[in-house]
Structure formats: structure tokens, C-alpha cells
């Protein structure tokens, strides 16, 4: 990190903990063509993402003692379409969650609408007028836990039944990521899926590392345990990245999460 002044919006060193397994992980499956490791600190470009949501400023109006915007904006873009800023979402609500003494994926979920006018230049094909409240323009579904954290959130035209977000957003969080799943022209998934695919172990030798361990455990284990049993450093950021990996691999069917925390290889 650069010896700037910080602004209110940057993170601290403790947040910072939490998120940059993810984004160092993200950077070595991306290496540069060139082999160039980047001119501008990453945590300075998470801190202008930061500063920009919370000022609300214009790309080109980022202060001089920050990564440029042509950076920041690239970064922005990379995370958004791949992923990668749901994935640091995810974590955090599962951490929170668990720190609540909740299992780290909700059971229930509370799903709300509101519809609005939208802008001028909004292509008329994604909007609508919504029948009840007359308001012509697009809905957005918000899906919240019993904690009010965000689950899913869901924008489509204000003319969309709200069953139809709830199908939407139901299907957003158990697909996110899956670049296969259909989607219509306003970004609401049909009804009928597909047949989902069979459990892949992620590319990056991590995975096989985390597997040959539950291959010779005779317990279920935590994500310390696992470090420890891989030989990893045991710190916060590794305990986190080791957990972020258990949690994609119960996503997909290949460990099981038997109680809060606690993973598994499935029973036959």
C-alpha cells in the first residue's frame, strides 16, 4: 500500500485480511502475457473501487493519489463479469453468519420489490409498467437473510411478476458463476434449467491438496485443520482462503458441510 494519506473509505488493515486471498488468488490465475506484475498496488485499486462507491464520484474525477481510472475502472470490469466481487461478498456474509452462530448458507430468505422510473436512456426493451403501482420503468428484488444481509439482488422491467424474482433470484444464488445457466433478454432465468453438470474439481492444484487431505481424514474438519494438514501458514488470511475453497467445493457436490463450518467427503 502506498504511503498516501488514507481516505475514510479505505480499508483497514484487519478488512483487508479478509479479502486479499481472494484477490491474490485472482491475480495469479490472471498473470500477464508479458510477465508484467502491474504498475499500481492492488489494495490501492480495491481502495479506489471503494472510494468511488462511496463518494459516488465520476471515473475521471478519482483523486491524483490513487490508481488511475483507466485501472481502476479495468479491475472493476474484470471483477464484475467474472465474479469475482460476488465471491468477497459471499465470504463476508458467510463469516458474519458464522460469527452470528448460523450455518454460513441461509435457510430462509425475505424477498422484497420496488419498482422505479427509469432514466431516459434505458433501452425500452428492459422496461415495463408495473400494473399495481402504475409505475412505468424497472423492478428491483432485493433477497436478504434473517440477519438482513444481501443474498441476491434481481433488476428486471416493473411489468415482471414478483414471482418471477423470487424464481430468479433462487436460481442466481445456486448458479451464480455458471456461465451455461440461460438467461432471457431482461437477465431473468427461465424456469426450466438444465440438467446440472457433474461435480468438477476445480483447475489449481489447491483443490487436489485439500483433497488428498479428506482422502486420509477420518473425521470431518475444519478449515484450520486443513491448513494445518497442507502445511500452511496459520493465519487469518490463510484460514480464510482455505474456507472460501471448502465452501466452492460443497457448492459443487464434492464436500459436504456437516454442521457450521465442518466439512466432509459425501457418504456413498
Known sequence: MSDRKPYKSDLSDERWVLIEPVITSWKARHPSVSGHQGSYDIRDIVNALLYRSRTGCQWD???HDLPPAGAVKYYFYKWRDDGTDQTIHDLLRWQVREKRGRFADPSPVVLDTQSLHAAAGVPAGTTGRDPNKKVP???????????????????????VHDNAFGTAGRARHRRRGDPDHPQDAAGATRSTPPAPPAAKLPDHPAYQEIMAVFAVADAPLRARAVCEAMDVEIAPSS??????????????????????????????
Open 137 to 159: 420503468g424497472r423492478k428491483r428484488g432485493l433477497a436478504v437473510d434473517v440477519l438482513g444481509l444481501v443474498i441476491a439482488v434481481v433488476v428486471l422491467a416493473a411489468s
Open 61 to 63: 474525477f478519482l483523486p
Open 239 to 268: 484460514i480464510n482462503n482455505a474456507r472460501l475453497k471448502l465452501k466452492r467445493l460443497t457448492e459443487r457436490g464434492i464436500l459436504v458441510e456437516t454442521e457450521q463450518g465442518l466439512f466432509t467427503l459425501p457418504r456413498p
